[in-house]
């Protein structure tokens, strides 16, 4: 159970429901861990530009997108976060391969080094707060500078986002379900 109630529209005063419409708009439900965060309408306003811009607006490749934010749900024990995004994952194209390597916590071993890079750059992000220098190098010369600092925000995004929906227990939706071999420990 959420640490605070999930607020729904009528909840907000109606000077701020367009913040709880536009979230409604752009992501076709407004999901509970932005129920949760609409607790603090401003900041949930904040925290969805951001979201937007990295899942409508970024340069970011879907392919490369997903399979960074399922490897920083995956190294944060994020289950919200992996069964929400699993689905998005497999829709945009990334290999079963991929998320099986990512969920066995092995990935990069045994993957073509472009999608490795991905996969190690993520886990370093969150690990370590940093890339190796290797890494960085590596990653910019895949994506050049503008997509690479497209790539460190996702992964800073979807670290900021399972740090809050851990802190406040956010419920899975309905209709969500996790993947057997997801590890939550």
């Known amino acids: 159970m959420a640490r605070v109630p999930y607020i729904k529209r009528d909840d907000l005063p109606e000077s701020q429901q367009n913040i709880y419409d536009n979230i409604s708009k752009t992501r076709g439900h407004v999901a509970n861990v932005f129920s949760a965060l609409l607790n603090n309408p401003e900041a949930t306003k904040a925290v969805t530009t951001v979201?937007?811009?990295?899942?409508?607006?970024?340069?970011?490749?879907?392919?490369?997108?997903?399979?960074?934010?399922?490897?920083?749900?995956?190294?944060?024990?994020?289950?919200?976060?992996?069964?929400?995004?699993?689905?998005?994952?497999?829709?945009?194209?990334?290999?079963d391969e991929v998320i099986d390597s990512i969920l066995s916590g092995k990935g990069p071993m045994g993957l073509p080094a472009k999608e490795g890079i991905f996969i190690q750059s993520a886990k370093e992000l969150v690990k370590n707060g940093t890339l190796t220098s290797r890494t960085y190098q590596a990653l910019e010369h895949l994506l050049g500078p503008?997509?690479?600092?497209?790539?460190?925000?996702?992964?800073?995004?979807?670290?900021?986002?399972?740090?809050?929906?851990h802190s406040l227990d956010v419920d899975f939706d309905e209709g969500l379900t996790l993947n057997d071999q997801f590890e939550t420990n």
């Open 146 to 165: 503008q997509v690479t600092i497209d790539f460190l925000v996702t992964v800073g995004y979807y670290s900021m986002l399972s740090r809050l929906i």
């Open 51 to 95: 979201g937007e811009y990295i899942r409508y607006n970024s340069h970011l490749d879907p392919i490369i997108r997903e399979t960074a934010i399922l490897t920083t749900a995956n190294e944060m024990k994020n289950g919200y976060e992996w069964a929400q995004h699993e689905p998005i994952a497999r829709e945009v194209g990334v290999r």
